[in-house]
């Protein structure tokens, strides 16, 4: 009996201590970091803040999904020499060697061995490792990349407000190439980066992640804080719940579900599916509908377009998610 307790206790811990070992992405000490200030790249706003994830840009009008670290050391040119490497073990999924975007030279690693499969990215490279290619298997703390200053977003990126623009998160879609192809506005403006298109990533705080040296990232996206709910009615489950189990509300099986109530962050994070059976009185009449708030967000759900103004409909940001997330399943 004593064996079998000590046995359970074991199995708890062990449950308890799961976690994902993490490392600075640059070639700064984490151990010299005492606050963001520290390490913050700020916009020409020169705010240390408008460096960090949110409404932090523009007088709080545009959204932030990553977080810019600055560099340390420096060339005689003035460009930085600070090395870029993998956050935590993954594998590359995705390489973008042309400046074809705001991010630049950029690389997206994939994670499934990770408490919940993130993505993590690392953009505005000056240049990416000659070897490194899609597919590739690399251990935490792997060089990938120098740090710079690449984009070619409207207002270029000066090289004294060089930074690594890091985000970490989740992918909507793997049906994403199909809802692209489906918006008349997007027609000439072809989709260059498959499923690893901006639209289609959903970044959460990096901050806390980046903060520790192993973090649980599946009970980092399950603690986030639910600001609104849709409800959604699908033939078939939403490939995110088969990509990411772990958001499922216990009891919940997408197998004999009829639709959806899915519970979003602020900035548009899925993060808790609840299944609702085909006799559910939740089930939206049409395909989705909005249907709770939380007002003390309701500020932020504006701004970041999540919702309209006077809080009765859906913003475009949220219809883009939804209708992403709902690709394929009808």
């Not at 977080?67 to 993998?86: C, H, K, Q, W, Y």
């Not at 997206?108 to 993130?118: R, S, W």
């Not at 990416?128 to 703390?141: A, F, N, Q, S, W």
């Not at 719940?241 to 004999?256: E, T, V, W």
Request: proline share 8%; glycine share 8%; aromatic share 8%.
């Amino acid at each position: 009996m004593r064996r079998g307790l000590s046995t359970l206790v074991c199995l708890l811990l062990a449950g308890l201590l799961e976690a994902s070992e993490i490392v600075w992405p640059t070639s700064m000490d984490r151990t010299t970091i005492r606050s963001y200030e520290d390490y913050a790249q700020p916009t020409v706003s020169g705010k240390p803040e408008s460096a960090l994830f949110g409404m932090v840009r523009d007088d709080q009008h545009r959204f932030h999904e990553g977080v810019d670290i600055r560099p340390i050391t420096r060339a005689s040119n003035g460009e930085p020499l600070d090395r870029i490497f993998t956050a935590m073990k993954g594998s590359v999924a995705y390489i973008n060697q042309p400046l074809n975007g705001p991010y630049g030279k950029y690389v997206i690693l994939y994670h499934p061995e990770a408490e919940i499969p993130v993505y993590t990215l690392y953009a505005h490279l000056a240049s990416i490792e000659k070897t490194l290619k899609v597919g590739d298997k690399l251990p935490k703390g792997s060089a990938i990349a120098t740090m710079g200053h690449t984009s070619t977003s409207p207002t270029a990126i000066p090289k004294d407000r060089a930074h690594l623009h890091f985000e970490v998160g989740l992918v909507l879609s793997a049906n994403f190439g199909n809802w692209y192809n489906q918006q008349a506005e997007l027609r000439d403006s072809p989709n260059q980066h498959g499923i690893w298109n901006g639209q289609n990533l959903l970044g959460f705080d990096p901050v806390p992640v980046l903060a520790r040296s192993s973090v649980n990232l599946l009970d980092s996206v399950r603690q986030l804080p639910t600001a609104l709910a849709v409800t959604m009615r699908t033939k078939r489950p939403p490939d995110f719940i088969q990509r990411y189990p772990g958001l499922l509300a216990p009891g919940s099986d997408p197998a004999k579900a009829a639709g959806w109530y899915v519970e979003f962050t602020w900035y548009g994070l899925p993060k808790r599916w609840t299944a609702l059976p085909p006799e559910s009185q939740q089930l939206p009449k049409g395909t989705w509908s909005y249907v709770a708030l939380d007002q003390e967000f309701r500020p932020l759900l504006v701004q970041r377009k999540m919702i309209t103004a006077d809080a009765k409909m859906p913003g475009e940001t949220l219809i883009r998610n939804v209708d992403i997330l709902l690709t394929g399943t009808r």
